[in-house]
């Protein structure tokens, strides 16, 4: 493998963990943000972070809707108040307070996963 591809690699790696280090963060009252229920063994899970997660705060809904990542075996540590328990990974939930607004499960492309939160941020 080149040199090159190794490097670029292991930044989108380092760039993974410092954002999600900074989206665990507690966020401010009245904000809303799409949080991601995980678990780091969930192939779908691993998929979104490659095909989304790395580039989502670049994007233009990321700055109305920030990402949030937390576990699927300890969410109910974050205070969120949820419709229903959260039994899959990866499960979507767009929230404001802390209080699920919209919720969407599973991943399986990125076109998939753009469509739904569109037209659910639309609502």
């Not at 790696?13 to 809303?32: E, H, R």
């Not at 780091?40 to 989502?56: K, L």
């Not at 969120?80 to 499960?105: C, D, G, K, Y």
């Amino acid at each position: 493998m080149p040199q090159s591809f190794d490097r670029r690699f292991r930044f989108r790696i380092i760039a993974g963990v410092a954002m999600t280090m900074l989206a665990a963060s507690v966020p401010a009252q009245g904000v809303s943000e799409l949080i991601v229920i995980e678990d780091p063994h969930c192939a779908p899970c691993q998929r979104f972070e490659r095909q989304v997660g790395t580039h989502y705060p670049l994007t233009d809904v990321a700055r109305s809707l920030p990402i949030r990542r937390l576990p699927l075996d300890g969410y109910e540590a974050a205070g969120l108040r949820v419709e229903r328990p959260i039994h899959r990974a990866p499960t979507f939930l767009i929230v404001e307070n802390q209080v699920e607004q919209h919720r969407f499960e599973g991943y399986s492309s990125d076109e998939l996963f753009w469509m739904t939160l569109e037209s659910l941020v639309a609502r």
